[in-house]
C-alpha cells in the first residue's frame, strides 16, 4: 500500500515516517512517498483561513493528483499576547518568501520586552488524510509552552529553537526526536491518524 506525504519539506517527512505505521494489523506493508517522488508535482498556494482547511486543500490535491491516498497537516503557533498570531501565516509569518530564520527574528522582535509569563503560545496541528474516491477524515495535536527569549538546539526546524515546552525549560529543538515524538502537536495529530490507519482495508 502506498500513501503520500504531501510535503515538500524532508525534515516533516521523517519526522512523520518515524510516526505512521510501516505495517497495517491486516499485514499489509505500508510505503510513504513525497512529492519529490512525483514529477512536476507542487501543491497549490494555501488559501484557506483555517489551519483545517489548508490541511485539507493539499491532502485532497495530492490524492487526486496522484491516485493514491494522501496525508498533510497544517501547523499553527498561536501566542496569546499576539492574539493568535501567527496562526495560519506560522510558516509565512514574515512574508511570502520569508525562511525560519526571519520568521523567527519577527516573532522575537514582537515580543521584545514582555516577560515569560506573557509569553505563553501553543503550536497547534491538523493532519488530514484524504482518499482518490473523496474519503476525508481530520486529526488534531496542541502542545502548550512559552516562546524563549533566544535560540536554543539544534533539532528540530522552523518555531522549534525558540518554543519552550510546557513547564520543561526545554525548547523542542533540544529534545530528541524520540522525546519530541511523544508530546509535539504534530505527534499527538498523526498517532491519532496512525491509529486509524492501522485499522484500515488494503483498499482504499
Known amino acids: 500500500m502506498k500513501i503520500v506525504i504531501a510535503t515538500g519539506n524532508p525534515h516533516k517527512f521523517s519526522e512523520?515516517?518515524?510516526i505512521l505505521p510501516a505495517k497495517l494489523k491486516n499485514g499489509t506493508t505500508v510505503e510513504y512517498l513525497n512529492l519529490a517522488d512525483f514529477d512536476n508535482l507542487e501543491l497549490p498556494p494555501e488559501?484557506?483561513?483555517?489551519?483545517?482547511?489548508?490541511a485539507e486543500q493539499k491532502a485532497v490535491?495530492?490524492?487526486r493528483a496522484t491516485g493514491l491516498p494522501a496525508l498533510s497537516d497544517?501547523?499553527?503557533l498561536e501566542v496569546d499576547a499576539l492574539n493568535g498570531n501567527p496562526g495560519v501565516y506560522t510558516a509565512r509569518y514574515a512574508g511570502e518568501h520569508a525562511g525560519a530564520e526571519d520568521n523567527n527574528r519577527k516573532l522575537l522582535a514582537e515580543l521584545d520586552?514582555?516577560?515569560?509569563?506573557?509569553?505563553?503560545?501553543?503550536?497547534?496541528t491538523v493532519a488530514c488524510l484524504a482518499a482518490p474516491q473523496g474519503n476525508i477524515q481530520t486529526f488534531e495535536g496542541k502542545l502548550e509552552g512559552f516562546i524563549g527569549f533566544g535560540y536554543r538546539g539544534t533539532n528540530?526546524?522552523?518555531?522549534?529553537?525558540?518554543?519552550?515546552?510546557?513547564?520543561?525549560?526545554?525548547?523542542?529543538?533540544?529534545?530528541?526526536?524520540t522525546e519530541k515524538n511523544k508530546?509535539?502537536?504534530?505527534?499527538?495529530?498523526?498517532?491519532?491518524m496512525a491509529e486509524y490507519l492501522m485499522l484500515l482495508p488494503e483498499k482504499q
Open 74 to 76: 497544517d501547523t499553527g
Open 113 to 124: 520586552g514582555k516577560l515569560l509569563p506573557e509569553r505563553t503560545a501553543r503550536f497547534r
Open 16 to 18: 512523520l515516517v518515524h
Open 183 to 192: 508530546i509535539s502537536h504534530r505527534a499527538k495529530a498523526f498517532n491519532q
Open 61 to 63: 490535491f495530492a490524492a
Open 47 to 54: 488559501t484557506g483561513s483555517t489551519l483545517e482547511a489548508n
Open 156 to 177: 528540530g526546524f522552523g518555531y522549534d529553537p525558540l518554543f519552550l515546552v510546557g513547564n520543561t525549560q526545554k525548547t523542542l529543538a533540544e529534545l530528541t526526536e
